[in-house]
């Protein structure tokens, strides 16, 4: 049971919920209501979705192994307790299970080309297994590098939902809602733009506070090189425009009296985005950094359980 446990330390299996509930609500609370209303949708349009889904928790899993397989000096410094790859798990099976989640994502994403014609999905999820590759190589020990690629992997969780949808839609018998497209194009944009802002502010987060590990080991990541404070400026910028962003989206629901989607807005996104701000400001010592961290997962998933809204109002 032990090593069942550790496994699913090693695949990071809270991250990969969150992936696979991203993609559940944008496909079922904003895809469907926007796109299809009450009209039924295909039952082969959703077993695409769940292998696309499936595909991207896959392709996810394999980049945190590989990340653990390659971090394993840094991790003795930052996190020895929660070190699971050469303890537990050897570095064959980590390597393997590597390679068993990239080849698996990888196939589901060109048997999705394979049934509708759209190829990109095939090649964009082997493009990620190679950036996550290279970013636990490379990317992740240089300045700024590792952390814009994430942010837009990030993103791309619930863009890749879009591309699906436009074209999954065009072969299906029913008609879909009038300006559908250039709505559901929108709030693509709109949750990819959450996703990617709230990861880069949470990835420099995380750098400042696995300074010590990452000093050690040659790292040249934003607290090392521009120093902790430079890095709360850059990560204020961040916020600042991330509130304004939501500040925006909330005067835009208010326009259709839309009290509850609105109420959830100010008091669960919003307020909890000003209070790490606030915290960010106070913030210090390691421990602080690690809370904020875990203020800004607390962010990460009311703004996704916000799609439920849609469900009702769209």
């Known amino acids: 049971m032990q090593k069942l446990a550790d496994f699913f330390k090693l695949i990071r299996w809270p991250n990969l919920v969150f992936i ?24 082969e349009y959703h077993q695409l979705f769940f292998i696309l889904c499936l595909s991207s928790v896959f392709i996810a899993a394999a980049g ?53 014609g759209n190829w990109i999905i095939g090649f964009a999820n082997m493009g990620c297994v190679f950036v996550l590759w290279f970013y636990s190589t490379t ?98 910028i961040w916020m600042v425009i991330l509130l304004v962003l939501l500040i925006v989206v909330l005067f835009y629901v208010l326009q259709f009296r839309m009290w509850i989607a609105a109420g959830y807005n100010f008091l669960l996104i919003i307020l909890p985005t000003a209070y790490v701000l606030f915290l960010l400001f106070k913030a210090n010592q390691t421990k602080d950094f690690s809370l904020l961290s875990k203020w800004i997962k607390a962010v990460i998933f009311t703004g996704i359980v916000s799609m439920v809204l849609f469900k009702f109002f769209a």
């Not at 971090?71 to 068993?100: E, Q, T």
């Open 64 to 116: 945190y192994v590989i990340n653990d397989y390659f971090d394993l000096n840094i991790d003795l410094v930052n996190k020895p307790g929660r070190m699971v790859v050469d303890r537990s798990i050897s570095r064959r099976w980590a390597i393997f299970f590597h390679l068993f989640f990239s080849f698996a994502g990888v196939l589901m994403g060109f048997y999705i080309g394979l049934q509708n």
């Open 139 to 236: 990317f992740k020990k240089r300045l700024l590098t590792g952390n814009i690629l994430i942010s837009l992997l990030t993103a791309w969780v619930v863009f890749v939902v879009y591309l699906l949808t436009v074209h999954q839609q065009t072969d299906l018998m029913h008609p879909v809602q009038p300006g559908s497209h250039q709505k559901l194009l929108r709030l693509a944009i709109l949750y990819s733009s959450f996703a990617f802002i709230i990861t880069l502010i949470r990835e420099v987060v995380k750098d400042i506070e696995d300074m010590d590990g990452d000093a050690k080991y040659g790292c040249k990541t934003m607290p090392i090189v521009w120093g902790v404070p430079f890095s709360k400026v850059f990560v204020s």
């Open 20 to 43: 696979a509930l991203t993609q559940v609500l944008f496909f079922y609370c904003v895809v469907k209501p926007v796109m299809f209303g009450s009209i039924y949708m295909t039952r």
